[in-house]
């Protein structure tokens, strides 16, 4: 099983709210990951988890806060945003350090499509 | 600075031929690549990877090829079908150092009937 579960599938949110995205795997992997992909551009990393902490934030904005309560558990957590920050939200885990090395096969959920008006 | 270039935006292939995606990097200290196919409004799903220390990894129709000193891989689909119409992306990573992958910019396949 290589499933990677995110929900909401859709989101539409005014820039003075707050929502969380959620993102779920139980394939014991230790290493999660938020991306952000606008149209017909590749992914692009916001945030690491390694063991349940963050380990890499590619400066990302401080609207954007993640939380991981678990090793299969990562959150998004999203407050007053801008209409730019509209894209597709996606989720991947992989097994994380082993054998001195990051094995990182990453597996991505299938993503939380955002619209902020 | 953009270390993983697919130079091809779009591909077009006729059911039944071969696909042959290609991408090329920059970065020395890339030792892991993978290959993920992706449809609009979906996850990227993994297809297949390699490791620096091979040059050829084959799992059913695909095979990716490894040119360490071009630093150039390749993605050959045979036979392409029409299921196979996706963007695919090849993504880098230095397993050493850090847990990140970087992404290419994506290939649009188009397999034709």
């Known amino acids: 099983d290589t499933e990677v579960t995110q929900t909401p599938k859709h989101l539409v949110m005014g820039m003075t709210n707050k929502k969380s995205l959620k993102c779920e795997q139980h394939?014991?992997?230790?290493?999660m990951y938020w991306y952000k992909q606008k149209a017909k551009k590749p992914p692009e990393l916001m945030f690491v988890y390694s063991y349940e902490k963050l380990s890499i934030n590619e400066s990302v904005p401080s609207r954007f806060s993640p939380e991981c309560p678990n090793s299969s558990l990562l959150n998004l957590h999203l407050h007053a945003l801008q209409p730019e920050d509209s894209a597709l939200y996606l989720c991947?885990?992989?097994?994380?350090w082993g054998r001195g090395k990051y094995t990182d096969t990453q597996y991505f959920g299938p993503g939380t499509r955002l619209t902020v008006l | 600075d953009q270390q993983v270039k697919q130079n091809s935006p779009s591909l077009s292939v006729q059911e039944g031929r071969i696909s042959i995606l290609n991408c090329d990097y920059t970065?020395?200290?890339?030792?892991?690549f993978l290959w993920y196919k992706k449809y609009p409004a979906e996850g990227p799903t993994f297809l297949i990877s390699?490791?620096?220390?091979?040059d050829k990894n084959e799992d059913g129709r695909f095979t990716v090829f490894l040119n360490k000193s071009a630093k150039h891989l390749s993605l050959h689909i045979v036979p392409s079908q029409p299921g196979d119409s996706a963007v695919y992306f090849c993504a880098a990573s230095d397993t050493g150092t850090a847990s990140k992958l970087t992404f290419g910019t994506g290939t649009r396949l188009q397999v034709t009937l």
């Open positions: 970065n020395s200290m890339f030792d892991y």
């Open positions: 390699i490791s620096s220390i091979k």
């Open positions: 991947a885990s992989s097994q994380g």
């Open positions: 394939m014991g992997h230790r290493a």
